[in-house]
């Protein structure tokens, strides 16, 4: 059965602060690891990773995908109070349309 | 550009009725995605639908839950004689055919409470 796990479940820093954010996966014939912004309503697409070691960037935020040890990182730089969101991590597999997603981090920014 | 339109936003059913939830897709997608979010878990796949067709009802439960997608209007998931644990938060998401296919994009969700 496919599988993401995300760590840390939770995290609360100050702003200005950087944060790293995890998600593991084990999922059959990998395609694509995606990560999304969960505020009170829409998960907000962030990054799709295909390729091992190429950095994705937008703004503040960075993402990299490690296909050997099947694992990617959500980067926050200078972190402000907006960024505080669930930040969702899903994957898809070959022969699979729908993303198997984690729990999510749930990350809270102090001024 | 209108993004995933998922309405109602709220639902209040009693045990035994039936809910509609029903989800528009972004302006030129033809893929339409349900997903579950149960209290304190990750979003479970349900169901992947084209226009007129069900291509992957793998998440599915197997008695009192159908999805649609007409040639015209929006998707419908429908729960027949729901019971307390149908109670969550139900996501749409939408993507485009090709290759981008990967990229889902997710309306606001429809809450599901049953009494």
């Known amino acids: 059965e496919d599988k993401v796990v995300q760590s840390p479940l939770s995290l609360v820093v100050h702003e200005g602060d950087t944060v790293t954010l995890n998600c593991s996966y084990e999922v059959t014939n990998f395609r694509s690891l995606l990560w999304y912004k969960q505020e009170k309503k829409a998960p907000t697409f962030l990054f799709m990773l295909t390729s091992s070691g190429i950095e994705k960037k937008s703004g503040r935020l960075s993402s990299i995908l490690d296909k050997k040890e099947l694992f990617s990182i959500l980067n926050i730089t200078a972190t402000q109070t907006g960024d505080s969101a669930v930040y969702l991590c899903?994957?898809?597999?070959?022969?699979?349309?729908?993303?198997?997603f984690g729990k999510g981090t749930h990350l809270i920014i102090q001024p | 550009n209108a993004g995933v339109m998922q309405n109602p936003r709220h639902l209040v059913r009693r045990r035994g009725q039936e809910a509609r939830l029903r989800c528009s897709p972004m302006?030129?997608?033809?893929?339409v995605y349900w997903y579950r979010q149960l209290p304190e878990e990750g979003l479970k796949f349900m169901v992947y639908?084209?226009?007129?067709?069900?291509?992957?009802e793998s998440g599915m439960p197997k008695e009192r839950f159908s999805a649609e997608f007409p040639k015209e209007g929006p998707s419908i998931l429908r729960i027949q004689q729901v019971v307390r644990g149908d109670s969550a938060a139900y996501f749409c998401?939408?993507?485009?055919?090709?290759?981008?296919?990967?990229?889902?994009?997710f309306g606001a969700g429809t809450r599901l409470s049953v009494l």
């Open positions: 998401a939408s993507s485009p055919a090709g290759t981008v296919k990967n990229i889902q994009y």
């Open positions: 302006k030129g997608h033809s893929h």
């Open positions: 899903a994957a898809r597999g070959g022969g699979a349309d729908g993303l198997t």
């Open positions: 639908l084209q226009k007129e067709n069900i291509i992957d």
